[in-house]
């Protein structure tokens, strides 16, 4: 069974950084990409970054590039996500996600809907 648990959250002024971890046990061997995503109160979920367990290539929602890194330990259990210059925008509750994506196939990766492994989420805030 996949869990997945997310730790790193809290409350920063804007400017500032955060860096979130993804711990996760279970994973199978076809599960090949982690991801982060974050919804605000009253707006859907969204896409933030993901990253390719296996070849470590990553991927983020293009509003994000720049300021926000994926990466992953050694181990390749942990996702973290570091967060730069933080925004009021930006304050959310980040889930982790995990799930198997087919070579060859053309799928969404930062769509939620391809997901179907998630962790509890922590929350972000960011005061202005």
């Known amino acids: 069974q996949v869990q997945l648990k997310e730790s790193g959250g809290g409350s920063v002024q804007a400017g500032g950084s955060l860096r979130l971890s993804c711990a996760a046990s279970g994973l199978t061997y076809s599960t090949n990409v982690m991801a982060w995503f974050r919804q605000a109160p009253g707006k859907e979920r969204e896409g933030v970054a993901a990253i390719y367990i296996g070849s470590g290539s990553t991927y983020y929602a293009d509003s994000l590039k720049g300021r926000f890194t994926i990466a992953q330990d050694n181990t390749k259990n942990t996702v973290f996500l570091q967060m730069n210059s933080l925004k009021p925008e930006d304050s959310a509750m980040y889930y982790c996600?995990?799930?198997?994506?087919?070579?060859?196939?053309?799928?969404?990766?930062?769509?939620?809907?391809?997901?179907?492994?998630w962790g509890q989420g922590t929350q972000v805030t960011v005061s202005s």
């Open positions: 996600a995990a799930d198997s994506f087919p070579d060859g196939l053309d799928t969404p990766i930062l769509e939620s809907a391809n997901y179907n492994h």
